[in-house]
């Protein structure tokens, strides 16, 4: 599997490639399926997981050797160990820490001359001492001047500092980003090493984000046997994924905390009015509570990433796709669903439904898919309409119809039970309110007085949120629904274009 694995990685493009992200495309956009991706140093990280696993197999039956517990056919599985980690490429990490140092410094130098000149401080000295005195640490130089030249930028001030900081985060996830796509490429070359017919431009990507089969699966076999776990393989791209995360959970503290005491004062305050001060705080509030929620979201979904990727659950979780009346139909995670109405439609929630046209269409035609597969052979079906149930859902006036509708339809297929009647329920409860919700908003939104402004903005949000918890349950209707009646597509196949 690893020979299969390095001559994979011997035809892949020497930086840019384009590969397939999800297994299936709607109609219109499959000439545009496939997108590019970063391609540099996935040979690099696959001959360092190679030979770290092999180094650990090698130990491991060194150790038994010591004990007087090696078998002759474990010897000479250490000398072949031991020949193919010898005969293993060079490893050449300095090019890929070039390529990515390279970015940083440009991106760095652009940003903190823009973020001087509007703050008018002298941040790129500051960023470039910092700078170098971490690459000295990390270098084996000693770093002495490090604290000093933090706490010569700590004079810069509260805003100075906070553009330093947001600077420093913002060039090290830009200049990491890449490094993501090399990282998932040799895994996605792992887990098709014992394949022969299957190569990665005949998978997609997505798939295998959060499993762990091929040749995953060999070495946990392999480590199970010596009664050894396998070696552990960092996420390197989920702790790079996870810098939005914190810089979104940063400043929703940081907002939170310089808001929180004036507008307390304003509320007990006999010069301000009670109603514009609990308004604001409310907004203010709810402001904290969406940003803290999508940073909750994201890493709610790296974690179950990793979780999933050590150790498998008995139902593959998704993304994944099946076959259902003869199409593709997918399976997608909650947060997914849920993060759509979130950014899109925070602000001013008549932008969710246009903006979102595209993700309610796939779940349409997921639902159209299922229901056919669902009819019983022989008997007739109501076929669906996916692409004037998303013309109706973009118009955001008739939006609650095709997305309550979606939703009871999509519980009637589960059959009786709990969830059955609690998804009908909630269809059959929000299409009103979704109505009525907009008139009241538009009646607040719209008059001189501040308070009321302030609570149509509330309201906006309420709707926003109403539209996410339908769009959850929906999804989370059709995942189950795709394990019960979908052939499931194995080892992230794609859809071919035609």
Known sequence: ?????????????????????????????????????????????????????????????????????????????????????????????????????????????????????????????????????????????????????????????????LVLISIIFATGYLATRPFVSSFRLKRQILCLAHQDTIKVRDAASSWYVNKSVGCYEQEQAVFRALDRKPVVERPADLVIL??????????????????????????????????????????DLSFVLWLAGLASLRLSWLWSVKRDRESPPKNPPPPLTAVADHAYVEARPLSEAVTWPLVTGFFFWCLFPPLSAIFFHRLALTGTRLRAEAAAPGKRHRRGHPVVMTLAFASIIAAPIPLCLLLWQSASLLGPGADHRRYRALAAAACPTLFVLPVVWFYFYFDPAIWKIELGFLLGVVLVVLYALLIAAVQRCQNSLVLRLGSLVPYGLREPVS
């Open 1 to 161: 599997m690893y020979e299969r694995a390095l001559e994979e990685t011997e035809s892949l493009p020497l930086v840019l490639m384009l590969t397939h992200y999800r297994q299936s495309r709607w109609r219109l956009l499959k000439p545009f399926s496939r997108q590019p991706r970063m391609a540099l140093g996935a040979r690099t990280l696959l001959i360092r997981h190679i030979a770290r696993s092999l180094l650990t197999l090698e130990r491991q039956y060194h150790v038994r050797e010591a004990l007087g517990e090696l078998s002759p056919e474990q010897e000479r599985d250490r000398a072949s160990c031991s020949a193919y980690r010898n005969s293993l490429p060079p490893q050449r990490f300095i090019l890929m820490v070039i390529s990515f140092a390279m970015p940083a410094i440009v991106i760095t130098s652009v940003l903190s001359r823009l973020a001087g000149k509007w703050l008018k401080v002298r941040l790129r000295d500051a960023v470039e001492e910092i700078t170098r005195g971490v690459i000295a640490l990390m270098t084996g130089g000693s770093g002495a001047e490090l604290p000093q030249d933090i706490s010569d930028a700590i004079d810069l001030g509260a805003r100075g500092l």
């Open 242 to 283: 996870s810098f939005p995360v914190v810089c979104l959970f940063s400043l929703a503290i940081l907002y939170g905390w310089v808001n929180w005491n004036q507008e307390v004062y304003a509320l007990f305050s006999e010069q301000y009015d009670w109603r514009e001060s609990l308004t604001q705080v409310l907004v």
